[in-house]
């Protein structure tokens, strides 16, 4: 499968407890982002990367949050002291930087956080 | 107000009919105007994109969008049952590499 992949693909976790998620973003792709999506919204953004730059982040992106792409291939996202209304799909996406034109994000399948 | 608005739904709809979805926005900087499909527990795909106004076609899809009334909308034509999904609309502006969702259209085509 040469698509974007996301690992776990569900967590469950208690109220103060530590989480991260890895993407692994199509082989080629130098952008990845970070979306969280919460029943019946549409996906928000929370961080993206030019390979390994952190380029931008969003305002919900509390300083509990951390995302890092070390060498310019997959990512991780880390949430610290989770909190209930943390709980959301977390979904990842790459895409290609090309000269002009529209960029197609490419998403993974999402990891759903549960926490109690 | 949200910049992007989408109408939840669900829209329920019998096999073979013309289905119409809608969004409206207020930030007149957007230029890319995009469908996504999502469906249950898994990430949205890429149906259409259009850049700027105009129409788009593709197979069953028609994607329009009228930047004078800041009102873009998807049309899909002979649904089936496996066209039931979530619709969910974005948008960005030209120098943008982010965009901005609507909550999503549930689309319900039973036989």
């Known amino acids: 499968d040469t698509g974007v992949s996301q690992n776990p693909r569900h967590k469950i976790t208690k109220r103060g407890q530590n989480v991260t998620f890895r993407c692994d973003p199509i082989s080629e792709h130098n952008r990845l982002y970070w979306y969280r999506q919460t029943l019946g919204q549409g996906p928000e953004f929370l961080t993206y990367?030019?390979?390994?730059?952190?380029?931008?982040k969003s305002r919900l992106l509390s300083d509990r949050f951390s995302a890092e792409r070390p060498k310019g291939s997959f990512s991780t996202l880390e949430i610290q002291r989770t909190e209930q209304g943390d709980s959301a799909m977390y979904l990842c996406a790459s895409s290609k930087e090309t000269s002009g034109g529209y960029n197609e994000q490419f998403f993974g399948p999402g990891t759903r956080l549960t926490v109690l | 107000q949200k910049e992007v608005e989408q109408d939840p739904g669900p829209l329920s709809v019998p096999e073979g009919a013309i289905v119409s979805l809608n969004c409206t926005y207020s930030?007149?900087?957007?230029?890319?105007f995009m469908w996504y499909r999502q469906y249950s527990r898994k990430g949205p795909e890429l149906l259409m994109y259009?850049?700027?106004?105009g129409n788009k076609e593709d197979g069953r899809f028609t994607a329009q969008v009228d930047k004078s009334s800041k009102y873009i909308s998807l049309f899909i034509r002979d649904s089936q049952p496996s066209d039931s999904a979530t619709y969910l609309c974005?948008?960005?502006?030209?120098?943008?590499?982010?965009?901005?969702f609507g909550r999503g259209t549930s689309l319900i085509v039973h036989p």
């Open positions: 259009t850049y700027s106004s």
């Open positions: 974005a948008m960005r502006g030209r120098g943008s590499y982010i965009p901005t």
């Open positions: 930030n007149s900087a957007f230029q890319y």
């Open positions: 990367f030019q390979n390994e730059a952190q380029l931008e």
